[in-house]
């Protein structure tokens, strides 16, 4: 009685965490939505803010979400930023990424980690310096208006053969740079502050993108990579895990399982192999099984029923294999085989069935018996693979 009482408050324990999941995670879209760098995300480290200010100054601008990443002529200007670290951009989509660069694109390159396969492809060094609040860059060129700013960065660039540092600190660290590609070009900055939602509001900020802007091939198509935030649009492959950590019921899937898990941990039931109950070794082989009533026959001098398996052994092969009605006269069946086969000897085939009714046997003659019925049976067996002509 006091296990189920256990029993129940474990279920009533696993609905209320069931509930409480479903409540928590149903939440505003925009308020649960704070993926950094995405144009789909309102929080302070989301980028839509630039997405709907370059829309209202009359941009054309789109995003990049498609169930498998890939750039085409329609992009003609890719901003990409800060991915997410994990999986972040796997060397095959960098080269493509360079690629398309060489070819006449222009990316817009916004990272927070100096780790990047695309850096690895460009072959832009970087010296991590994450997190350090005494490291700011100042911007370097004229076309930025505000001369006197600062923007924290992450890491700084070693800066490339040909290419023109945008930001710079006073110890000559590149926060952000320009390199020519092929026929297109790569920008690429150590600092998002002056893209996201939050860093968009200071006058500075929001300098530094009009001045990118106007350095950008004019009418160009503008677009957002949101493929490696996680948005695939509708040609997104699912998957149950997937959907699972999106979704309320998933949570509370989750949730379920690990209180049940640890019920039974906390129970003493142990995983693995199952072994075998003492009984089981116990048992007899079917060997053995033969062997002791071969014993008992053998104690009982019961000849007769031996005798008898071996007749109806032979009997019924030779009216299967000559296609023959059954009789009770053994002359009558020696000589019905003996016409259906004119090599069988009908007076031994005879002589054979009648010893194989004698009731007073001895145990010698008996195994003789049985020695020759196996013989004719052999026999049997080598004519099977001959051609005959009976029917």
């Not at 860059?137 to 923007?151: C, D, G, I, N, Q």
């Not at 996201?196 to 009009?210: H, P, R, Y």
């Not at 004019?218 to 493929?227: I, K, V």
């Not at 000559?322 to 259906?340: G, I, K, M, Q, T």
Request: net charge negative; no cysteine.
């Amino acid at each position: 009685m006091r296990e189920r009482r256990g029993e129940l408050a474990v279920l009533i324990a696993m609905g209320v965490l069931v509930i409480v999941a479903s409540v928590l995670s149903i939440r505003r879209e925009e308020e649960r939505l704070d993926i950094s760098g995405s144009t789909r995300a309102a929080g302070g480290t989301g980028a839509l803010a630039l997405y709907l200010w370059l829309d209202g100054l009359g941009y054309p601008v789109q995003r990049l979400e498609r169930g498998l990443f890939g750039l085409g002529a329609e992009e003609e200007v890719l901003w990409v930023i800060t991915p997410n670290f994990f999986p972040g951009i796997s060397p095959s989509e960098a080269e493509e990424v360079e690629e398309w660069v060489r070819d006449g694109g222009t990316l817009v390159w916004v990272e927070s980690f100096p780790t990047s396969a695309l850096f690895e492809v460009l072959e832009v060094e970087t010296e991590a310096e994450l997190f350090d609040e005494a490291f700011s860059v100042r911007p370097t060129v004229p076309w930025l208006r505000h001369p006197e700013a600062s923007y924290p960065a992450s890491f700084s660039f070693e800066l490339p053969r040909g290419a023109t540092p945008l930001l710079a600190g006073e110890d000559g660290s590149v926060g952000g740079l320009r390199m020519a590609l092929g026929d297109g070009e790569v920008w690429l900055f150590s600092t998002a502050e002056p893209f996201t939602n939050e860093g968009l509001k200071e006058e500075a900020n929001s300098a530094l993108v009009q001045g990118l802007l106007e350095q950008l091939p004019p009418a160009a198509s503008l677009t957002f990579d949101e493929f490696h935030h996680g948005f695939t649009g509708t040609g997104e492959a699912r998957s149950l895990t997937r959907e699972a950590r999106r979704a309320p019921w998933g949570w509370a899937i989750y949730y379920a399982a690990g209180v049940v898990a640890l019920w039974l941990l906390l129970r003493g039931r142990k995983f693995g192999r199952p072994l075998p109950l003492p009984g089981e070794h116990l048992r007899r082989e079917a060997g053995e099984y033969a062997r002791s009533m071969a014993w008992l026959y053998r104690r009982a001098r019961l000849r007769q029923p031996v005798l008898r398996y071996h007749r109806d052994r032979l009997v019924r092969r030779l009216t299967e294999r000559y296609r023959l009605p059954l009789f009770d006269n053994d002359d009558a069946f020696a000589s019905a085989v003996a016409r259906a086969r004119s090599d069988v000897d009908e007076a031994a085939l005879r002589s054979h069935l009648q010893a194989l009714r004698r009731a007073d046997i001895s145990e010698s003659q008996l195994v003789a018996l049985a020695r020759v019925n196996d013989e004719w049976l052999a026999k049997l067996r080598v004519d099977d693979r001959r051609p005959t002509d009976d029917r």
